[in-house]
């Protein structure tokens, strides 16, 4: 854990229900790897106050989930802070986990990555095939050529026991720590954009391929998940789609919305709310601000209703608020950064 009495823990889970929190975790199912399997929820398991991410021979279930944390949809991200997992790997004695990669990764949310608007990835990586180095490290874009920093640093984490793995990602840089000890440091392209947390087990792929040799199945274990932050803590950039129907505002109705939109950025004492383009009408208004935490639907009605006129309910009952998640996600970003001349 972090030191210093200036942190709150905002999130925690040490899976001592017997099940996967649904309230804090999505377990990916049916859905292709970077390696050579595929995701299956089957694959995810909590016991004995543990998380399991399994590995299977049969290629078809070879990656085991990602776990990502959710309150509800979308994923719940975080900002700057203190992310930690504890983590235990199989005992590696000759190259029966060649092929073998896990991670623990912090994740801009829809491949952030390719935005410019901040690192999709946060890396701790461990490959059976490299079993004496971890991988630690961030990438900030992927196209049209990938950008990144990190290192090779000199651990073996396939040793069989538990090892506790952290980020300390704060705005100016990221350090790296393995039981406590700080391994890295990067002050490249830090991200401020929010990001969420995920955890996989996998074979192939980047981690290198599985041979005769591979022992199958192997787990990743994971006693418990940590994320401090900063009492004082900074805002992040958030990009929401604010859509009000059915029904249209009458052209009063329009201003006071989009003067709204610009008042709710003050009360809650964001850097500001700034509407950059308008997707459909007037009513349906595409926003990058910042703020310590996407706004909700109740935040933005209880402004909203009082400008327009209407009831609160009424407001609340005809407001989508869209957190950029969807297809459509890189043609909303580029129609952002045009209208704002980026």
């Not at 929190?21 to 106050?49: C, H, P």
């Not at 920093?149 to 705005?171: E, K, L, M, N, R």
């Not at 009513?283 to 009082?306: C, E, G, H, K």
């Amino acid at each position: 854990m972090p030191i210093g009495s200036d942190w709150e823990l905002v999130f925690s889970d040490d899976f001592d229900v017997g099940v996967l929190d649904a309230v804090k975790w999505s377990a990916y199912d049916a859905i292709s790897s970077d390696g050579i399997g595929t995701f299956r929820a089957a694959n995810v398991s909590a016991s004995d106050g543990q998380l399991h991410l399994r590995v299977d021979s049969n290629f078809d279930s070879a990656r085991v989930t990602t776990g990502s944390i959710s309150g509800a949809a979308p994923k719940a991200l975080f900002g700057y802070g203190w992310f930690e997992a504890r983590i235990n790997l199989p005992l590696q004695t000759g190259t029966e986990m060649t092929g073998a990669w896990h991670a623990f990764w912090l994740w801009g949310e829809n491949s952030q990555v390719s935005s410019g608007d901040g690192p999709q990835e946060e890396d701790f990586e461990m490959r059976g095939s490299f079993p004496a180095q971890i991988r630690v490290g961030h990438i900030w874009q992927v196209t049209p050529v990938k950008l990144s920093q990190g290192i090779d640093y000199a651990f073996a984490p396939y040793d069989g026991q538990w090892h506790v793995y952290a980020y300390d990602w704060q705005p100016d840089k990221i350090d790296w720590y393995i039981d406590g000890v700080k391994v890295h440091t990067s002050t490249e392209e830090i991200p401020d954009s929010p990001l969420q947390i995920l955890l996989d087990a996998k074979v192939g792929g980047w981690g290198g391929e599985p041979d005769a040799n591979t022992t199958f199945p192997f787990t990743m274990d994971v006693d418990c998940v940590k994320v401090w932050q900063k009492v004082n803590r900074s805002s992040l950039r958030w990009y929401q789609r604010i859509a009000y129907g059915p029904g249209a505002l009458d052209a009063t109705q329009q201003g006071r919305f989009l003067a709204a939109l610009k008042e709710i950025g003050a009360r809650l004492n964001t850097s500001g709310i700034i509407p950059v383009a308008r997707v459909v009408t007037a009513q349906d208004i595409v926003l990058r601000y910042t703020a310590p935490a996407p706004l909700t639907a109740a935040q933005w009605a209880n402004v909203l209703y009082r400008r327009l006129n209407l009831t609160e309910a009424t407001v609340l009952a005809n407001l989508t608020i869209t957190d950029y998640a969807g297809a459509d996600y890189e043609a909303r970003r580029l129609a952002c950064k045009a209208a704002l001349s980026l």
